[in-house]
């Protein structure tokens, strides 16, 4: 498939070492509570999750994300996905695949993750009137009779971590999602094709905002690399 990359390939391991350090001096107080719409530090049980508006899909992943279930995250993600790494995070940018994609989020929304990135509190939020999102319309080379659809929105959001670290996004944080039809005309099903974590331009010196540390949400993710992640 043909991606719209605009970043390269890039090794994940400085981010991590990165990330990892500013993890290990940092002894913030876990004092902040995110609060807000659907956010809560246990599951429910699982929402019902349609996808027949292109809407729909983004209020899914906010529901996906404060409620802690990679489960409904994963439905939305199109088999071909590809996440693209924030430019600010290193000197060149970085992608990953669906598979990637997956194990990184469940991780971090494990309320049961085993270990000190066990995320207890999140908080995610989009900043536009989800019915009224404006896209840019094309057709992609990899798929000549398929219309894909591109905005770029603005959104908030909160990791609070066990170890009493809390990372969130700077004031200008946006990213920029690629979605598609996956099903037909008359019953569509919207999935994410591509998300490209635009960051903002003080994640590049790792500003900091009160006890939060200011991250791109793929710099969160690429915290759960293996160790020997090339």
């Not at 993750?113 to 319309?137: E, K, N, T």
């Amino acid at each position: 498939m043909r991606r719209l990359s605009r970043f390269r390939e890039r090794r994940l391991g400085t981010i991590r070492d990165r990330v990892i350090a500013i993890a290990g001096i940092a002894c913030v107080s876990a004092l902040l509570s995110c609060g807000g719409s659907g956010d809560s530090t246990t599951a429910p049980s699982t929402p019902t999750y349609t996808l027949t508006t292109k809407s729909q899909l983004f209020s899914d992943l906010t529901k996906a994300f404060n409620r802690h279930d990679p489960a409904a995250y994963a439905k939305l993600l199109d088999h071909n996905f590809v996440f693209y790494l924030s430019a600010f995070d290193q000197t060149t940018g970085a992608e990953w695949d669906r598979a990637t994609e997956v194990d990184y989020t469940s991780k971090l929304l494990d309320l049961d993750y085993d270990g000190s990135l066990q995320c207890d509190s999140v908080y995610f939020a989009f900043h536009y009137d989800l019915p009224y999102i404006a896209y840019h319309v094309f057709t992609p080379a990899s798929a000549p009779n398929e219309s894909w659809y591109q905005t770029t929105l603005s959104c908030s959001f909160l990791f609070h971590f066990g170890l009493g670290v809390t990372f969130g996004s700077a004031s200008n944080n946006t990213m920029t999602f690629v979605i598609r039809n996956a099903g037909t005309e008359s019953a569509p099903v919207w999935k994410f094709v591509e998300i490209h974590d635009n960051g903002s331009p003080e994640l590049g010196s790792g500003g900091k905002d009160g006890d939060v540390y200011l991250m791109s949400l793929g710099r969160v993710k690429a915290l759960y690399a293996p160790q020997d992640s090339p």
